[in-house]
């Protein structure tokens, strides 16, 4: 390694201008992948220090001006001049960690969109299923509870083995039960399209979701925002960003408060079915030792109250034509508690980068009563899985080392290794009773029965990376990467049975199965940049979704625990990334191809609600996805984008009542044909001054026809949802009236099979005002 010492270290200094030439104070200047950051004085001046010599990218961003990117050759002292264009003219140039390192999306060679921070306030972007079309090809459906089903380009999430892997601020959000869907203080949102099995691994077998929340710099800073809106909801947002000790330790702290009177009426009682409320902390505390070396602690924690997580109608008939109301004789609170402790640690070298990044999360969710698992007036069938917090409480433990070239270094050759741990703890316990009633669900349905389940599940694993990449510096650049990934489960499994019309608890023989699984995810691109603005690329990469095991059956004997093998994917794609019309456009396309194989099909096992996953299947993905944004006029921004997937299976074999079913041609579950997005934001400066401003946007979603079950009997037809706002805003202070799917369409969200249709609609018509201050200091 280089010493320090052995390489110059120089400085970047000059003026932030507009475009009249005056200098543009509290302008932001920041070297990408480094410590190095700075704010402009009253005049405009600027002074970056200690800056190695190569080629950096310097990012320029104030308020009223479009971010811009700039690539700084420093081989001395520097001194240049950046002018900035004003917001109402030009497109914002952005940022992205999306290869583990911030970079410009245009220079990625794979599909990738990017929601800044502008966009998820405008749009009301409060939970991540609110993106769903927003991106192409991305669906993500709500089945009441809170764990967002995603899926993506026809690759879908079926089980707790999720199909797009989530990373907030760096952390994987591990598995469904772990995982922070709600949204507050964001910088951005990235969403990568198609494997990333070299840098991401494990489940991001369709793609990957980083979301990055607004982290404290020496500008104290802060918002405070209040929404009420119809159904009672209430939303309320805090955060506070600054420093403790300039240029040392900086501080950050958001929190969140969101409640809801509920859209579902139980019938039975005539009582708010689904009221709920969610508290969601966010807190940071950043130390910068030197120029080179900074560590972040973050704690993150989620306090969710669910009144109603099974807002299920019986039926698509009544769903649809007596929409939000159910009736089920039991009621039952959700509890669900996170919590996400994380320390990173970064070293920007002169030659070569180390992170470090150390998670811990947990998620312990219970129901306060039994839930009503026949979700009808019925005393048929309850669910009990409140055995205190020794069950039902998710534990995971996760590290990554990386290293990687420095992007300072002026040589065509980069490279990134590393390695990644991890360690789940997942004891799940849940009862199962059959009352009175039971025999009305079906013929041969027990009565007065009961059965426990406990499972000790505990998974673990490693993996170790690599990605290498070449720039010929004729606009040719070459990527290839090799992942390796180990993993070991064990389940442990107990039944307790009070066999029918006994008042005596048998205890089944304890039984456990284990079982070792291994990927390797090689990925290869290639890009050519015509100039800085056209890029075209090609990829090849294979994505795995891990293996696990199921219970077969609520009677853990012999036999009825068995593995299931990850599921593999090869996935090709070739695509264009443009900037236009003097950066006033953008316009991306692509096209991919997928072929999976061991499709893992989950099948829900009654009435223990059991989910088995079984490798019974291969699938086929293709289609085409369109993306443009402009600056279409002054203070005129539009979004666009269009998305078609063709996804079938191939080979598909599930157990029916007269055997093996073989269902080949069918679509995957939650994958819409299509999906669409037209957008338009327009701001209109009021008075001379332009401190004061209008503005007003409109949204529209489109989603395609798509099914909720393996046998293509359940699903919904294509819809379109119409948001809006308007706002006025003066000094820092912002009034919005604000409405989502204004239209009042109804559709179905999510849809169980029981032998009848379970249905969980989607939200209806909503609205409310935002009141909103922002404040610098």
Known sequence: MISPAAIAQYSIGGKVLSHANDGIPKASVQVLNSNIATATDEHGNFVLDRIPSGTHVVRVSALGYATENHTVLVDGNVTLDFQLTAIENRLD??????????????????????????????????????????????????????????????ITTTSYNQAVATYVDGVNQFGLDTYIPYLQDVERIEVLRGPQGTLYGRNAMAGVINI????????TSGLAEINVGNYGQQRYLLGIRTPLVKDKLFFGASGMYNGLDGFYTNDFDGSHYDKQHTVFGNYYLKYLLNSQWAMTLNFKHVENRNGGAFALIMGLDDAFGNPFHLTQNAKTEMVDNSRNVS???????????????????????????????DFSPLDAISIVNDYGKAWNHVKVVTQEFKLSSAPSKDIPLHWTVGTFLFHQDAPTKQGTYFGADAGMMGEGTPTHATSILTNAAINRGAAVFGQLGYDFRNGLELQAGLRYDYEHAKLDARGE????????????PDTAASANFHALSPSFSAKYAFDETRHVYATYTRGFRAGGISQLSSDPSEGSLRPFDPEYSNNVEVGSKNMLWNQRLQLNLAAFYSRVNDAQVPTLILPDAITVTENTGRMESM?????????????????????????????LNTAGEAGNVQLKGNRPVFTPEWTGFLGAQYTLPLGVSNRQQLQLGVYGKFIGQQYFTV???????????????????????????????????????????????????????????????????
């Open 93 to 154: 140039e952005a940022m992205v960690t999306a290869q583990k390192m911030e970079s410009d999306p245009h220079d990625i060679p794979s599909s990738l969109s990017v929601v800044g921070a502008k966009q998820v306030e405008q749009q009301y972007i409060w939970n991540i299923m609110d993106v769903t079309a927003l991106v192409p090809n991305l669906n993500m459906a709500n089945p009441g509870d809170g764990r967002n089903v995603a899926s993506l380009r026809g």
């Open 212 to 219: 990055i929340t607004k982290q404290p710099t020496n500008q």
């Open 343 to 373: 320390l990173s640690v970064n070293h920007f070298g002169n030659s070569i980068n180390f992170s470090s990044q150390t998670a811990f999360q947990s998620n312990y969710r219970y129901y306060k009563d039994p839930i009503d698992g």
């Open 497 to 508: 049975f009070q066999p029918d019309g006994g008042d005596v608890m048998v205890t089944q």
């Open 623 to 651: 289609g085409i996805e369109l993306e443009a944004t402009t600056r279409a006029a002054r203070n005129l921004t539009l979004w666009g984008n269009a998305a078609f997937t063709h996804a079938r299976y191939l080979d």
């Open 711 to 777: 046998e293509n009997t359940l699903g919904q037809e294509a819809y379109s949802l119409l948001n809006a706002n308007i706002g006025y805003s003066y000094q820092g202070y912002e009034l919005i009236l604000w409405g989502q799917n204004l239209a009042d369409k109804r559709y179905a969200d999510y849809a169980y099979d029981f032998g009848f249709a379970a249905v969980h609609l989607g939200r209806p018509a909503t609205y409310g005002v935002t009141v909103r201050k922002r404040f610098e200091l």
